[in-house]
């Protein structure tokens, strides 16, 4: 029998598990510790925890009276059993239990918070009294801030008090004064760690401070301590969607639907998601569950049957809401966008006019004609963009929007002036959206080592997939082409189309999580994963019972690619490359929806991602074998597109078929920002477009110089 490591090292990993959102995973490495019973009441919590996580009942209650037996007073383990109790409503026996246990006041408080389901609120007010804590309030309701500061300052010198923290960090938060705000929350969260009116007053201090990452932990504590709390999970959900995490947001907003299950803003938040990750069915049925009377619910249930391809369904209710209603702005643009990605070019210049005229203030219009149409600078709804950027009150976002516009409308009239535009639009997106580059080589680190290394065990040890599907993944960093390279492939007769499907994250979650911490996968693991994947692809495009390949343009993929291949073996991966400076070019001029692609707000933030982009292919070409994945250059692909079309469809074991070079004359819908180059034949206008503006990209090619990522030749040449 092999011997069980050393307890204290199964414990960090446990930890580290919990805190990937792995608990399956912990409790895998704690489980075999049972039978030796362990005297340490840290394993029994984290085995409570991990089971608590996982919906085991019995189990989780058997760890949690056994750390009690332990550490009898211990006040982590009480306040974790009555959150689990609150869940299964039954928190009102875990405040009785602790009654009878003698436990202490302030203790039993907490607990009572705690079983609750809302979360313990701070309650130490330390030296201040009676008196003081109502000069406190009265300072408050004044909004006298400065003379909080005072007293409160002067309150903890004497004592320190939980509560007193609180009101100072909300106080240094109203004067603006972020970093300050966040330290003071924190001295209040080590007097009392499960204070959830402090750590949801923390969330925000960061939150506004743009410590976006950061916040997300903090939010996501909270949750977990507020199970009952709708408005906790919802500043969750908020603060995961700012860091671009959605898919992590899906089974929270899930969670708050059990709650309030008629709560617009829940479920409007609910069809977003659904959107997001790859099940248009469900978001339209979220959208007919929205009261009658809710404002926008049917532009809201006319867009989910576009994300379900039910195309004439959506333009038939626009058409009856406009027939109704022809000022209604917002039916206007929404008609103009469905228009725009299925190719009625006038039709959706039409509409985004008529959007304008009718709410000149509308940037995100102003922002999908200019770069849906050919707009010459003297037209008049540019004079207009250029007169709105002028108005005092126009709101940031919107200002950030017309920015982009006008960009795209200088291109190639003013570069100067374009440049000038994006320079304000990208500046705004990232104050707005900042980037956090650590995160994603965090998860990169992650993916080349303990997940792939567990991996390549488990497949080592004979983990194998039996899953059929057979879908073709086409993965590249924006604007490098992946976009032509998915049509020309869709275009063949047995391949359909399925874009930025966004369903491989969701249905690999759990997986990778075990993965990453140390957890073998086994062959019916793999395989699921497969199935789900293709289950989930195939519900995205609204086509269950289709029986053609799938496409898939998930962009991010290449992080992945060892993953795909082990839980989709006859699955097919082209890798696209295009030269970083025109592709960078074309990210810094192109808005991206907020919050997503935010390293393309910054040169130095492009050049990062790119080189993320090579690090992970040449990482793979390394680990797997010769020819697991197919890499074609745009370049390459405009200089020959037949031989690099036949050397695509012969990887993809497709037979030749002449009509996939006449792509732009069948391209259907489109919903990424390439819906117009897709609809024209092959052009090299756009190869080496960089040289152009090579004074304006100076800091992206010194960026790239600095990591070594320029083409060959341009490297010998700034050497």
Request: a neutral charge; glycine letters at 8%.
């Amino acid at each position: 029998m092999t011997a069980l490591p050393p307890l204290s090292q199964t414990l960090v990993q446990a930890r580290q598990a919990m805190e990937l959102e792995a608990p399956r995973a912990a409790a895998s490495v704690l489980e075999p510790y049972r039978d030796s019973n362990p005297d340490d009441p840290e394993y029994w919590l984290q085995l409570a925890r991990a089971n608590a996580e996982l919906d085991e009942d019995f189990p989780a209650r058997s760890a949690f009276d056994r750390a009690l037996e332990l550490a009898p007073r211990q006040a982590v383990i009480w306040i974790e059993l009555a959150i689990f109790e609150s869940r299964k409503r039954r928190g009102g026996a875990v405040v009785k239990r602790a009654k009878r246990e003698g436990l202490p006041a302030a203790l039993v408080q907490m607990i009572q918070g705690a079983a609750s389901g809302t979360g313990p609120r701070a309650i130490g007010t330390g030296a201040a009294t009676k008196a003081e804590l109502q000069t406190l309030a009265q300072l408050g309701a004044k909004r006298d801030f400065a003379g909080i500061e005072r007293l409160a300052t002067a309150i903890l010198k004497r004592g320190q008090g939980a509560v007193i923290w609180g009101m100072l960090g909300q106080a240094r938060m109203d004067m603006g004064c972020g970093p300050q705000a966040c330290d003071a929350f924190r001295r209040g969260l080590k007097l009392e760690p499960y204070a959830n009116d402090l750590r949801l007053a923390l969330v925000r201090a960061l939150a506004l401070g743009g410590e976006t990452l950061e916040a997300v932990a903090e939010a996501r504590r909270a949750a977990h301590t507020a199970p009952a709390d709708a408005d906790a999970q919802l500043i969750y959900v908020r603060t995961l969607e700012k860091a671009n995490q959605h898919r992590k947001a899906v089974p929270i907003i899930d969670r708050i639907l059990e709650l309030q299950p008629d709560r617009d803003v829940v479920l409007r938040l609910a069809i977003e998601a659904a959107t997001e990750s790859g099940r248009p069915g469900d978001a339209l049925a979220l959208a007919e569950r929205r009261a009658p009377d809710a404002p926008g619910r049917d532009i809201s249930i006319a867009q989910a049957l576009a994300g379900a391809g039910r195309d004439l369904e959506a333009l038939a209710i626009y058409d009856r809401l406009l027939a109704a209603d022809p000022e209604n702005a917002e039916a206007h643009a929404a008609r103009a966008s469905l228009c725009q990605v299925l190719g009625r070019r006038e039709e959706a210049e039409a509409g985004y006019r008529a959007a304008i005229r009718l709410s000149p203030k509308s940037g995100a219009s102003y922002r999908a004609l200019a770069y849906g149409a050919r707009l010459s600078p003297d037209d008049e709804v540019v004079g207009q963009m250029q007169r709105t950027l002028e108005l005092p009150d126009l709101p940031e976002a919107d200002r950030r929007l017309l920015h982009y516009a006008l960009g795209r409308v200088f291109e190639k009239a003013d570069p100067a002036v374009s440049f000038h535009h994006l320079e304000q639009a990208n500046a705004s997106m990232d104050k707005a959206f900042p980037d956090n580059p650590e995160h994603r080589r965090m998860t990169l680190s992650r993916r080349f080592g303990p997940q792939w290394n567990t991996l390549k065990a488990s497949v080592a040890a004979g983990a194998t997939s039996a899953s059929e599907a057979a879908p073709i993944f086409v993965t590249g960093v924006p604007r490098s082409g992946t976009t032509l390279v998915e049509t020309i492939i869709s275009t063949h007769p047995a391949v359909v189309a399925g874009g930025e499907l966004g369903v491989l994250g969701p249905v690999t979650t759990e997986l990778e999580k075990s993965l990453a911490a140390g957890v073998p996968a086994s062959s019916g693991e793999l395989t699921d994963a497969g199935n789900a994947y293709d289950l989930a692809a195939r519900a995205a495009i609204n086509a269950p019972e289709e029986t053609r390949r799938i496409t898939d343009k998930s962009i991010s993929t290449f992080q992945a690619l060892g993953l795909v291949r082990e839980i989709l073996p006859k699955s097919k991966i082209v890798v696209v490359h295009r030269d970083p400076r025109d592709s960078g070019l074309s990210q810094w001029r192109n808005h991206f929806r907020d919050g997503t692609q935010r390293f393309a707000a910054s040169w130095e933030g492009i050049a990062e991602n790119y080189g993320m982009f090579r690090r992970a292919v040449d990482f793979w070409r390394d680990v797997l074998p010769a020819g697991a994945f197919h890499e074609i250059h745009y370049e390459a692909l405009l200089a020959d597109p037949e031989g690099q079309a036949r050397a695509l469809l012969e990887f993809c074991e497709l037979e030749w078929d002449p009509a996939v070079l006449s792509f732009h004359e069948k391209a259907e819908k489109v919903k990424t920002l390439s819906f117009a180059q897709v609809r024209q034949p092959l052009y090299k206008t756009s190869q080496g477009g960089w040289r152009k503006h090579e004074a304006h990209l100076k800091p992206l090619i010194e960026a790239l110089e600095k990591r070594g990522l320029l083409p060959p030749e341009e490297a010998e040449i700034a050497g």
